[in-house]
């Protein structure tokens, strides 16, 4: 059940997400785990490209500048997010894409 925190922000489960998961459409299912996953804002992570993924010692992360912050900011891959940046066909660098595959909206991504 999703528990309000700070007046704004809601903490799902994992059990919420895997029940979201379980009836939504692929691209849908990316979106919620690089939301839940990175807690990055829509407009940073859909600007996310397969060369920021950096390898560390303790596994790999994603370099990215966020927009609030405008530095340069790491955070770990989970599994969850290693699967979808796996899955991201070869020869296109952004992780996230509309249907016609171009560049996913920060619009798009928070409805």
Not at 19 to 42: F, N
Request: charged share 25%; aromatic share 6%; glycine share 8%.
């Amino acid at each position: 059940m999703a528990a309000e925190v700070g007046g704004s922000e809601f903490v799902r489960s994992p059990n919420d997400i895997a029940k979201v998961t379980a009836i939504c459409r692929d691209w849908l299912h990316s979106i919620l785990i690089a939301a839940t996953e990175t807690g990055l804002y829509p407009g940073d992570f859909v600007r996310l490209r397969r060369n920021q993924i950096e390898e560390a010692p303790t596994g790999r992360c994603s370099r990215i500048r966020t927009n609030k912050l405008d530095v340069p900011t790491y955070i770990p891959v989970t599994e969850a997010m290693d699967n979808i940046i796996d899955e991201t066909r070869d020869g296109r660098h952004l992780v996230f894409v509309n249907a016609s595959g171009g560049a996913l909206t920060e619009h798009r991504a928070s409805e």
